[in-house]
């Protein structure tokens, strides 16, 4: 598959091919919706084929330009979608809701086996995958851009859960049995410690895309639910919904590999929104003591123009020209505005989040009513599993599981133990 191809998201196409247009003209609005399995590939192969072309000392530098133009385009089809009429919605969820079934629901495509079929355990007493020939980067695209369509929010909570403990199980054992991860527990027991020895084993760019695209998910869900525009940063965004039930998901799957058939408890500090925000600034490379940058509807596009002339020319290290050609075209002041701007915002907004945690602390404000995915009940604490570190039970719920030997309904495995977490969206 040409790296080079159109694709083409939803509302969205992304121009990758005409010599006519360069820079933020090759992300173009279309008047109607369309999704095809194709363009999600597409857009998998762009994401990877980016990241890892050219110099690794600016890896980083194009995991957040990616990461950028996801959130971009996620934006623009939510904003979109909720500009049109009642029925246009309908048709929108109608055909993200056929993609998402052909590829999770259909048992044969053109007379092979389907891998994906069953991935998420939806259908009962189907065969369940065995995830062998899957593209778990894949399911991840296809779950973040069709799912906040039609899927309930529990669904959609409890199916990047699940998928996450499979993504990262998979890759870390591949990257244990190729000996790029360390074996040694002590060296994982920070969530910086954590991120870098994924970094060293070049497994950031596939933790960077669950990480943003879980919180892109999340968000759009929300957006197009309110019916609210989306304007934010990816910044902002991954502060606001950052996927803090990750961090003990990946340390379990990390630790299986350190202290095999031993009990290896996920660290307390590895279930606090500060820690995912820790790990997430060190995975995507963001610098911890200010994630103010520039908006990502700022962010030019110009990028793209080095990622074709790098596709053309196969081995061509050109990465040089990335950071001369951000430095060159953009009027300074307009960038020092854009950030007081953005500082500006972020402070406003701090200042609101404090308002309404203070309110919530005298009974005056509700946070938002989080349920457990197995009883549906609301939660009032939140419940890990300490064997794998899956969260977002009730306690009833989790008792009943230990007591009655039951499975963890994302991995498997058999609980033998419960903590209390920390959420703060809770208190």
Known sequence: MSPIENIRIGFVKLNLVSDDVSG?????????????????????????????????????????RMLRLLHRIF????????????????????????LFEQFFSTVNINGKSNPYFNYFYSIPEAPLSDYADVNNDLVLIVLAFLGPHFLYKEQLFTSFIMLAGIYTGQSFDQAFDSALLCENINEYNSPQSLANQLNAAGLDAGTALLIGLTAMASAAFQRMNSELESQETLENLLIRCSPFELLPIIYSNIACHCRPGRSCPVPGVMYTLYS?????????????????SLASSAESLNFLVDYIVL?????????????DSDSGDQ?????????NEL???????????????????????????????????????VIALQSCGHAGFCKNCVERLIREERECPFCRSVPLSYMKILDMSLR
Do not use: W
Request: glycine share 4%.
């Open 331 to 339: 009027d300074l002041s307009i960038v020092v505005q854009q950030q």
């Open 311 to 323: 596709s053309d020319n196969e081995g061509s290290d050109s990465e040089g020209s990335v950071d």
């Open 24 to 64: 933020d003209e090759r992300v173009q609005i279309c008047e109607n919706y369309e999704v095809a399995e194709q363009d999600f590939k597409r857009l998998h192969n762009f994401y990877f084929d980016y990241v890892e072309m050219g110099d690794p000392q600016y890896r980083k530098v194009r995991i957040q």
């Open 75 to 98: 934006a623009m089809n939510i904003n979109m979608t909720n500009e049109q009429s009642r029925e246009e919605k309908k048709i929108i969820i109608t055909k993200a809701q056929s």
């Open 343 to 381: 500082i500006a915002e972020l402070r406003q907004e701090l200042a609101n989040q404090t308002e309404k945690e203070e309110a919530c602390a005298v009974g005056g404000a509700s946070a938002e009513t989080k349920k457990c995915p197995l009883c549906t009940d609301r939660l009032t604490n």
């Open 276 to 292: 995912m925000q820790e790990f997430t600034n060190s995975i995507l490379g963001f610098d911890p003591t200010s994630t103010l």
